[in-house]
Every structure is written in structure tokens, then in C-alpha cells.
């Protein structure tokens, strides 16, 4: 966190540690192993239906943001259970308004392959 000098050593540990967060989110995160899944399945979809540059850019974004708000997720509900084990009411409120933004994106992502992949198929 305290600011001594920038290494390239330094910044390639960062990556390093954002790698480790990707790995533990994809290993034991649940519902990421779902979006994983779906995920795979719209690229695969994509290249038979063979997208073009501008549908592969909305499908990629649509597919990171809603792993991203999942991590981001994932870390708020790890942090809650740090700070409050036991039952706390802002505590649920705010996993239940993190899982929100990923539901929210999810169902922009689904909306996004909808308008995408339905035109293709009939
Ligand atoms: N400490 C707490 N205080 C109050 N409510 C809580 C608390 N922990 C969990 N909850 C409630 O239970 C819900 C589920 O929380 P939990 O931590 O089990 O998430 P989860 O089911 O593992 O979520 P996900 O499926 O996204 O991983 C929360 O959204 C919240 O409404």
C-alpha cells in the first residue's frame, strides 16, 4: 500500500496477485463456475454463427463485466464475513445489493445475446 517507487518486479507481482483472485473466484465460486460456462458457450456459439467485430466486442463485454462483478462480489462477501459473522442487518443489505449488480449485469449480458444471436437463428 505505501508508495516506494515503482519496479517492474513489483507491478508483475500485482498481476500475479490479481491471477491468484481470478483462479480462487474460477476454483470455488459457484456461481462463477455457471458464468464460465455460459460464457464458453456463447463464444463456441459465436464462432459457429461466425459474429462480427462489432457483435465479438459486445459479446467479450458482456462476458467481463459479469465475471468482474462477480469477483467484486465475491470479495465484498468475503470481507462482510470478516467483519460481521454474525447476523447484521447493513451486512446483508449490502450482499444482497452486490449480488444485485451482478444479477443486473447478467441480465444485460443474456439481453445483449439475445438481440446478437436470435436474428442468426431464424
Ligand atoms: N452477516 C449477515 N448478516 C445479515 N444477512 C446476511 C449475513 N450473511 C449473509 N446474509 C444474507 O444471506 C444472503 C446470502 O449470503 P451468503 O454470504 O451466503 O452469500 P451466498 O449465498 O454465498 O452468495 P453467492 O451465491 O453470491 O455466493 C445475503 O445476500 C444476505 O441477504
Redesign the pocket.
Known sequence: MKNDGFTLRKRLLSFRYAFNGIKWLIGH???AWIHCFAAVCVIVAGLIVRLSAGEWIAVVFSIGSVLAAEAV??AI?AL??VI??????A??RA??MA?GA?LMLAVAAATIGLIIFIPKLF
Open positions: 465460486e459457484h456461481n462480489n465475491s462477501e462482510a464475513d460481521s459473522p454474525d447476523y447484521n442487518e451486512i446483508g450482499k444482497d449480488a451482478v
